[in-house]
């Protein structure tokens, strides 16, 4: 990332942006988030780190609807993230999946 212009934010060491171009780059582990207002600009530099021997799959163009584990749902001008694959997951590995939900503010105390 660093010979194509690329630097780590000082916020997060997995957030690359751009020296010069409007592009930035999320990465964790083998999972990759590009934003940039030209999908062209994404291409070609996927492209050079192509040639530069990295083994990259570009998905398909549009509104990202999943990273991590997390869901993206656009709704209006609001983007909704959640995790339920992830809840789901755990809940049947844990053996929950008959559980009864509970009010969190029933348990809560009262603070006042």
């Given amino acids: 990332m660093l010979e ?10 997995c957030l690359f942006l751009h020296e010069t171009e409007k592009i930035m780059v999320l990465n964790y582990c083998d999972d990759q988030i590009w934003l940039c207002p030209d999908n062209d600009l994404i291409e070609s530099y996927v492209l050079k780190l192509k040639n530069l021997g990295y083994d990259l799959e570009l998905e398909s163009q549009g509104d990202i609807y999943s990273f991590l584990g997390i869901e993206f749902d656009t709704v209006g001008d609001r983007i909704h993230l959640s995790q339920k694959g992830l809840i789901d997951k ?17 348990i809560a105390p009262d603070h006042s």
Wanted: glycine share 14%; no cysteine.
């Fill in 4 to 13: 194509l212009g690329f630097q780590p934010s000082q916020s997060d060491p």
């Fill in 90 to 106: 755990v809940i049947n590995y844990t053996g929950m999946g008959n559980a009864e939900g509970k009010d969190v503010e029933s």
